[in-house]
C-alpha cells in the first residue's frame, strides 16, 4: 500500500487550525472597533478625493483663464471643471451618505 505523504500533510496543515486554536482567534471583535476603523478610512478617502477634485477645478480654473479666446481649450477648461465640480459633489454626497449608514448602524447594533 502507497503511502501519499503530501496529501496527509497538505490535510494536517489545511485543518490543524480548527484543532489549534488560541485566544486571540477566539476573541470577539467589537462592532464599535469596526465602525470606528471604517469611518477613519472613509473620511480618510473622502478627504483625499475631495483635494484631488478642488485641485482639478483649479486646474480648469487656470486652463479657462488662459485658453485666449480658443473654442477648443475653452471646451476643455469648461469640461474639466464641470467633471471635478460633480466629482466634488459625489465625494461629499458618498461622505454624508456613509455618514448616515454609520449612525444607523450605530443605533442597530448599540455601538
Same mark, same amino acid.
Given at each position: 500500500m502507497k503511502h501519499n505523504y503530501k496529501k496527509i500533510a497538505g490535510w494536517f496543515i489545511l485543518l490543524s487550525p480548527l484543532?489549534?486554536?488560541?485566544?486571540? %482567534?477566539?476573541?470577539?471583535a467589537g462592532v464599535g472597533q469596526i465602525q470606528n476603523f471604517l469611518q477613519n478610512v472613509i473620511t480618510a478617502?473622502?478627504?483625499l478625493a475631495g483635494m484631488v477634485a478642488t485641485g482639478f477645478f483649479v486646474l480648469g480654473g487656470l486652463k479657462y483663464i488662459t485658453s485666449s479666446?480658443?473654442?477648443?481649450? %475653452?471646451?476643455?477648461a469648461k469640461r474639466t471643471i464641470f467633471f471635478s465640480a460633480a466629482g466634488l459633489v459625489i465625494t461629499?454626497?458618498?461622505f454624508v451618505l456613509s455618514s448616515i449608514v454609520s449612525n444607523l448602524a450605530s443605533s442597530a447594533f448599540g455601538g
Open positions: 484543532f489549534i486554536s488560541t485566544k486571540v %482567534l477566539a476573541a470577539p478617502i473622502a478627504g479666446g480658443n473654442p477648443q481649450n %475653452l471646451e476643455k461629499i454626497a458618498a
